[in-house]
């Protein structure tokens, strides 16, 4: 059962635009969501997190979004980079828990 | 370099053959991860440790995986009589959860990628 889910396996975006990526989850046991960029060949790189108490998490150019009613969360990149070409994964866990549950990742590509 | 790392970073070996993963944790971590990834998968659960103890282990661990952490630092991870299904990337990731603690964030290394022929 996939209790993470990212729905879009790419995004095309332009460089200095904003990108937006999307997940959604299942088990409402879920208290804190994480996002991770993969580069190839190595390991997946934390980005930014966010518990359920909050609605909103800033990081610099990264943004993420929670929805618990909707069951969903969103990473915005502002403004997008080349650099930013990655794999971005999405996380869940559940307070006390020891398994955090990931997405099968979007793929973003920021054109130059 | 503090983060997390493993050997080898590649490994091609021949179907029923044994192989042996290493990771080195980040020092203040208790905890430590195994995952499995697959192309167009996000990581997969497959066993952690709390210091020394291995408290949980994924179905996906057949009886051919066995994983270690002696002294509750760094972990091996043994793959016996390997199987084509078997090639993938094995990532860990370590993290620290103290007493009360209720979240956590996972640290990866560079992962070990496996080719069984």
């Known amino acids: 059962d996939q209790q993470v889910k990212q729905n879009s396996p790419s995004l095309s975006v332009q460089e200095g635009r904003i990108s937006i990526l999307n997940c959604d989850y299942t088990?409402?046991?879920?208290?804190?969501f994480l996002w991770y960029k993969k580069y190839p060949a190595e390991g997946p790189t934390f980005l930014i997190s966010i518990s359920s108490i909050k609605d909103k998490n800033e990081d610099g150019r990264f943004t993420v979004f929670l929805n618990k009613s909707a069951k969903h969360l969103s990473l915005h990149i502002v403004p997008s980079q080349p650099g930013d070409s990655a794999v971005y994964f999405c996380a869940a866990s559940a307070a006390g828990g020891f398994k955090t549950i990931f997405g099968a990742g979007t793929r973003l590509f920021v054109k130059a | 370099d503090t983060g997390v790392s493993q050997d080898p970073r590649h490994k091609i070996t021949k179907r029923g053959q044994n192989v042996t993963f290493r990771c080195d944790p980040i020092s203040e971590h208790n905890r430590l991860y195994w995952y499995r990834q697959t192309l167009g998968q996000g990581p997969e659960f497959l066993t952690y440790f709390q210091n020394e103890a291995q408290l949980e282990k994924s179905r996906l661990l057949s009886d051919r995986f066995s994983a270690e952490r002696p002294k509750g630092s760094f972990s091996t991870l043994e793959i016996q009589r390997t199987e084509q299904g078997d090639s993938a990337m094995y990532l860990c990731a370590s993290s620290f959860l103290g007493i009360g603690g209720l979240q956590e964030t996972q640290y990866f290394g560079p992962g070990t990628r496996l080719l069984v022929l």
């Open positions: 088990n409402s046991m879920f208290d804190y």
